[in-house]
């Protein structure tokens, strides 16, 4: 592949960027002058390599979905640099944005060296996108001193400002890992909630079709705190309920008032939910949809030092038992034929987990795995039937196989619930004296639920009802963690409010975990001077019952 310098990438733009090279999208009504308005994204970082992103759309809002671009390809180059001035190109090439991928680009990238930073940028119609920042992964057998990463999930955009990205953006990560909730499907209401801002009718209403998936990724990634942190470092990703519905299992719809109860109804809003979301992600072609079908699960090791399985908790799983919902004295959740992540990718993570020869091992998953009674009283548990404890007996194969196999340092990360919690995992829940397997680590959500608070009711009732978890909050933010060889630490980081832009971030906990001793040691306790607790800022539960500016 040749290579070009920074003057003749400069030079082909302004060539490119001629009275006879006009790009199409010229002058089109709400068009912008850069087709880059939705930023770049790296993503997926191997030794060799990493998967580059962007996606054309000089309008980016055009209700039909286009972005502003015409019904043919357009030519984008990209260009890889070692230094963030591009003098040091050492890869650089052409591709098509294609209209039946919404002009998005994916290019993935080999022959690079491991565990190195690297500067990427793209053009097209003679503009220049904004550069990004990617990282390699280490080689198979280095044994590197530390693995900086963090994880995030849930960001309502009407619910909250992107403020926790702002301050995400500034962290020095290896990777980062979404665990959903990327979007929210439900229609963004007249002032798009505490954006203040005026949409067309189209954003008022819940998505069904690719146009109106598209449009939805599309208002959320024209918000330059999250274009900002998904040009400092590469992303891994992965799909929750909200990215196509509320609560959806396999090939199952769970909302009774809406069009898609038929299942080849729902698997074709499945469909269009996945194919946006693999148009705004930076995802290798494994992950290309085939029809309502998207390979997501995978796996990427960092050297000796870790190895994160990435989950999928929605595509294979059983129907949510007893009518979905919180319930107590559900028997149909303990049946040992239910599944969660399907046949084929639990013989899978075990197996790579059983093989895995690195100091942590990480399950980056979507749902609290640790039981979460929600009842306090001594004779009765509830339980959330959307959780893992909605599949009790697919967590203790899981659990007992890791032990089985002999796991080393196993850990799980998980999204969904917008509240931060930490947990200890055991093989056997009931009984007090079980010996500590793993530990869990619960990321609240970017800006869904909206400010929060530091406590509330639920939180208090959770901590008196599970002797296992250690930690709770409810504010808005995300983790950050490092790995080395002795100890995994994370520190939960917090912003008080979401509601308006511009607040601050603190750490509000932090943990340690050292290898070869499974349990969770608190470091630092940070809780807020003034108002600590509201009894109902948190409201009902995201898995029992949906707050939506509708």
């Known amino acids: 592949m040749n290579k070009v310098s920074r003057r003749g990438f400069l030079t082909a733009t302004l060539v490119a960027g001629s009275a006879a090279a006009i790009p199409s999208w010229a002058g089109a009504a709400g068009a912008s002058s850069t087709p880059f308005t939705l930023g770049v994204a790296s993503g997926d970082p191997a030794p060799d390599g990493v998967v580059l992103w ?44 294609r209209p039946q991928y919404g002009h998005s680009v994916h290019v993935e990238l080999h022959g690079l060296r491991p565990g190195r930073d690297y500067f990427y940028r ?18 198979p057998g280095a044994r590197p001193d ?30 980062l890992f979404h665990l959903g909730d990327y979007l929210y499907e439900y229609g963004v209401g007249a002032t798009g ?93 494994s ?16 050297g000796r030092l870790a190895a994160f399985s990435v989950l999928d908790t929605r595509q294979y799983r059983d129907d949510q038992p007893c009518g979905d919902g919180e319930k107590a004295g559900c028997a149909e959740r303990l049946d040992p034929n239910r599944t969660m992540l399907g046949e084929r990718q639990e013989a899978w993570l075990l197996d790579s987990l ?16 640790a039981p979460l009674d929600h009842d306090a009283s001594p004779d009765v548990q509830s339980f959330g039937m ?32 917008h509240r931060s919690l930490a947990a200890e995992l055991t093989t056997d829940f009931d009984d007090p004296n079980a010996p500590v397997m793993g530990v869990e680590f619960a990321g609240t959500s970017i800006s869904s639920g909206k400010d929060g608070a530091d406590q509330d ?41 979401v509601s308006r832009p511009g607040a601050p971030v603190s750490t509000r906990a932090s943990f340690a975990v050292e290898a070869g001793r499974p349990g969770l040691h608190q470091t630092a306790d940070n809780p807020p001077v003034g108002v600590r607790f509201d009894p109902d800022v948190a409201g009902p539960l995201d898995h029992l019952a949906e707050q939506s500016a509708r």
């Not at 793209?122 to 280490?138: D, L, N, Y």
């Not at 992950?287 to 960092?302: K, N």
């Not at 967590?395 to 850990?411: A, C, E, I, K, W």
Request: aromatic letters at 10%; glycine letters at 6%; a neutral charge.
């Open 354 to 369: 059983g093989r895995s020869h690195t100091t942590w091992n990480i399950l980056a998953n979507q749902l609290l795995m």
């Open 146 to 175: 530390s693995l900086a990463f963090a994880f995030v999930s849930c960001q309502n955009w009407y619910e909250g400002f992107y403020t926790a990205y702002r301050h995400l953006a500034q962290e020095d990560l290896d990777v």
């Open 122 to 139: 793209f053009r097209a119609g003679g503009e220049i996108s904004p550069a990004g920042r990617t990282k390699t992964a280490p080689p």
């Open 54 to 97: 962007t996606r054309l759309a000089p309008d980016p809002l055009a209700v039909d979905g286009r972005g502003g671009m015409p019904e043919r390809p357009v030519p984008v180059q990209w260009q890889v640099a070692a230094d963030e001035g591009f003098r040091r190109v050492v890869r650089e090439g052409h591709t098509l944005a």
């Open 457 to 497: 009711r639920i939180g208090q009732i959770f901590m008196r009802a599970n002797p296992h978890l250690k930690f709770h909050n409810v504010q808005r933010g995300y983790v950050r963690a490092k790995a080395t060889p002795d100890t995994l630490t994370v520190d939960y980081q917090v912003v008080p409010y």
């Open 193 to 285: 909630g505490v954006r203040g801002i005026a949409l067309p009718e189209q954003y008022l209403k819940e998505t069904f079709t690719l146009t109106e998936y598209r449009n939805r990724h599309a208002l959320y990634r024209t918000d330059t705190d999250l274009q900002a942190a998904h040009a400092a470092f590469p992303w891994m990703v992965t799909v929750d309920d909200h990215d196509v519905e509320n609560n959806w299992a396999k090939d199952i719809s769970q909302i009774d008032t809406e069009p898609d109860q038929d299942r080849q109804v729902f698997l074709q809003r499945r469909a269009a939910a996945f194919q946006a979301f693999y148009e705004h992600m930076p995802l290798r072609r």
């Open 287 to 302: 992950a290309l949809p085939q029809g309502a079908d998207m390979r997501l699960y995978r796996r990427q090791a960092f």
């Open 386 to 417: 959307d959780l893992w404890d909605g599949y009790a007996a697919a967590r203790d194969r899981l659990l007992t196989g890791m032990v089985q196999r002999g796991v080393r340092n196993p850990v799980v990360i998980s999204g969904d619930i």
